[in-house]
């Protein structure tokens, strides 16, 4: 269907031209309107650096605000499309709720009505073109200029000129073709022209994806003469109807939460539709009064018809609202959440690709997914459970009594659960910086890429340790056994600690502890070969065993590195305050042995954890 979808348009509009040329002012006017829709919005997205989003995530902690949000954001930016798409867009993302995202969404359904107002109130009694023209021309020396809020501000102010500039092709083009042909001779009375004329409004919309659009169409064909008050009634309403395609398109690649706003905005803009349809008299009687009350003349229909497109909005959210517990009930008993599928992303969708800081949260999320299915697969590797350790008084005890080997085949654990999550965070990470994001923003997701190599390299260390761990610890061997048992606590209690420090209050965390834990393994993979050596003139252990442990060890050191590092990226440099205090007191490279081997210098976590080898040493 969608192959043919464009030619037959195309082909549409040339016959129409054809046969009436005058309806290319027309097509032409609606062609830039849309185009300076588009433009509005990309200059929004430059100017704002964020802030819409900012504001969004902040605002939707209750219905109220989210209501107020959205008719002010829908009113600022007169597109109630872009509202519908970010709140898709950060729902899927987790960063607010359902209730608010559908809050959201009632109040972008009374914010659209102020475009209603703008047309029949400014954009028909004034010839906005003359503030057109000088509004394009100096939108051009913006948007050439570098600083990213200067072409914000030039993108807008375009986008504003062609939004005039497209009314009032479409208002010259309806008065010339009122000379030519009487569309009012195809007006429909009654309850048949509800009908047909409310479809008209739907599809119309649907085509143009836009509602705006299609009230501007609605009021400027109205102004002229070419459809009937009446008529220009249903098609507002099917305009409303024809609205949530966008939200529909938005949610095909959004996660099951997207889908549950696009079916909530579906079932409020058909609910208030109906509720219109049928008391369409009451409701004409009450914009009748309200013109006259606000000196609206009673010729006037354009205006009329603004205020019928504000009472009947309201009038659906009024009626809607203390509904809204039962709403959220009846969508989420239809989309019901998924049984999440560990070896697939559980955040990253087109629906948050589109802003960066949807992208950013979605990516955090993500990236932590990744982490507990790799600390997962590690302590398999181990022959451990994560369970068993987080929940462990003594990591170094639990370690001793795991000797059953994990029933696992950790190279296709590792395919199917860490390396698709690991492809698709590369993915996403590559596609913002392919993008203008700001500099800050594409560092902290580069930074996230990393934290997700890190816990993936980590894994594929444990991969090299398995056949020995197999090999050494599933039964006691004497100090071969004890040895490796001290690699498998040293791994357990760093996902111990990680796991601690996720658990934590962002204002708690300290990466004091990590610094000392990375100085410890500096420590310990230098002492490594001198201890295995004690060990070897000892008798305790043979050359092919130390040969053994010494490249294990290797490895096991390389993992601890990846997971220490990855939660100082992921938990603590995040946040710039803490990261300044932490680079004060964090470590570099040449200073973490020198550190570990200060007398009085703090000791390893917690009593109980033995360290690698150590017990081995001489008193």
């Keep these: 269907m969608k192959k043919f979808y464009l030619p037959v348009a195309i082909g549409a509009l040339i016959l129409a031209f054809w046969l009436k040329p005058e309806v290319q002012e027309i097509a032409a006017g609606v062609a830039i309107f849309l185009f300076g829709m588009l433009m509005l919005e990309d200059g929004f997205k430059l100017f704002g650096g964020g802030l819409l989003e900012s504001v969004l995530q902040r605002a939707t902690g209750s219905v ?42 009632f109040g972008a359904n009374i914010g659209t009505t102020t475009g209603a107002w703008l047309v029949a109130g400014f954009g028909l009694k004034v010839n906005i073109a003359a503030f057109a023209m000088p509004m394009i021309a100096l939108s051009i ?16 102010l375009a986008g504003l000129g062609f939004l005039f500039l497209g009314i009032h092709h479409m208002k010259v083009g309806f008065e010339d073709f ?24 739907t599809i119309a919309t649907v085509i143009m994806q836009s509602s705006h659009a299609t009230m501007v169409l609605v009021i400027t064909a109205l102004a002229a003469g070419q459809v009937t008050y009446d008529n220009a009634l249903a098609l507002a309403i099917g305009a409303n109807i024809g609205t949530t395609i966008t939200a529909i398109l938005g949610s095909l690649s959004a996660n099951y939460q997207g889908k549950r706003l696009a079916l909530a905005h579906l079932i409020f803009n058909m609910i208030t539709a109906a509720v219109a349809l049928i ?47 039962y709403l959220v009930r009846f969508i989420e008993r239809r989309i019901t959440e998924p049984v999440p599928d560990v070896s697939r992303p559980h955040f990253l969708n087109e629906a948050v690709d589109e802003f960066p800081q949807t992208l950013e949260s979605a990516l955090r999320k993500e990236v932590f997914h990744l982490y507990e299915n790799a600390s997962e697969l590690i302590l398999h590797g181990l022959n451990l459970h994560r369970h068993e350790v987080c929940a462990s008084d003594s990591i170094a005890d639990t370690v001793r009594q795991s000797r059953r080997a994990t029933d696992i085949d950790i190279e296709e654990r590792y395919e199917h659960r860490v390396k698709t999550l690991y492809a698709a965070i590369v993915d996403y990470a590559s596609r913002a910086g392919s993008r203008r994001y700001d500099p800050e923003i594409t560092d902290r997701i580069y930074s996230l890429r990393d934290v997700a190599s890190n816990a993936v390299q980590a894994v594929k260390s444990v991969k090299h340790l398995r056949k020995n761990i197999l090999r050494y610890t599933t039964r006691p061997q004497g100090t071969v056994t004890e040895i490796y048992d001290g690699l498998r606590t040293e791994i357990a209690r760093i996902v111990f600690q990680i796991n601690k420090l996720s658990e934590t209050g962002a204002d708690d965390r300290s990466a004091l502890w990590l610094e000392q834990e990375r100085a410890q393994i500096e420590e310990d993979a230098k002492s490594t070969t001198h201890r295995i050596d004690k060990l070897i003139r000892a008798g305790e252990l043979n050359t092919t065993a130390a040969t053994s442990f010494l490249n294990d060890a290797g490895y096991a050191y390389g993992a601890m590195r990846a997971l220490i590092d990855a939660a100082r990226t992921y938990f603590v440099e995040r946040d710039s305050a803490m990261a300044e205090v932490e680079r004060l007191l964090s470590l570099d490279e040449e200073e973490l042995s020198a550190v570990a081997s200060v007398p009085g210098a703090p000791a390893r976590s917690t009593a109980g954890h033995a360290t690698p080898v150590a017990a081995f040493e001489d008193d």
């Design 64 to 105: 109220p605000r989210s209501l107020v949000f959205g008719i002010v954001s829908t009113t600022l930016l007169q597109s109630s499309s872009l509202v519908s798409v970010i709140t898709i867009s950060f729902l899927s993302a987790g960063l607010i709720s359902l209730v608010g995202g559908i809050g959201v969404i």
């Design 141 to 156: 020396i913006l948007v050439f200029q570098k600083s990213k809020a200067l072409r914000g501000i030039g993108y807008a």
């Design 178 to 201: 009122r000379d030519q042909i009487d569309l009012t001779r195809f007006a429909l009375a009654g309850v048949l022209g509800l009908f047909v004329y409310t479809a008209f409004g």
């Design 279 to 325: 008391f369409i008299a009451p409701i004409r009687e009450v914009v009748d009064w309200t013109s006259a009350s606000v000196g609206i003349p009673a010729g006037d229909f354009a205006l009329k018809l603004a205020v019928f497109h504000t009472i009947f909005n309201v009038l659906g959210v009024a009626l809607m609202l203390p509904l809204l517990r």
